[in-house]
């Protein structure tokens, strides 16, 4: 269960809980005519434009894509399908996709813990309070999942499959604090 751990102190963390607009890298490639992509690497956003664009096209555009990448992004949440495709790609991004998760689901039932994982079944669960926390969170939560599929301890050979997460502490951070606000008792 993630959060378990102690997690050290960051005084000089900042603004928690609210996600800086992502980094945006413009590649302008001369072989390409028309198309124009977009896609999320790491911490930036990376649009591909075609070099014929004037500077204020590719400024309209990029707006546009990396809006496009955020609103997709935060559909991902949504639906249990499209869990298992953000699993697989946190499992690729980060774990060169050993872990392979049979099936990842969002559950109802989980009060104590924000996600579990049966490494017998290979079948991962997040609980439904991850949804409307920003991506970085229940990415945390679902990457922490999955490496329990490679290590089932909190060992340091845990956190070091962890190492390569760029918001590790602050996703820590952010559910400690809802972990202790919820634990208040109720006026
Ligand atoms: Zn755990």
Redesign the pocket.
Known sequence: ??G?APSGDHPSAGAEGEPKPPAVEVVRSARRRRTISAYRSGERIIVQVPARLTRAEEAQWVERMVRRVLAGERRLLRSDDELVARAAELSRRYLDGRAAPAAVRWVDNQQHQWGSCTPADRTIRLSRRLVGMPDYVVDYVLL?ELV?LLEPG?GPRFWAHLAGYERLERARGFLEGVTAASGLPAA
Do not use: L
Request: hydrophobic letters at 15%; a neutral charge.
């Open positions: 269960m993630p378990s922490h329990h909190h």
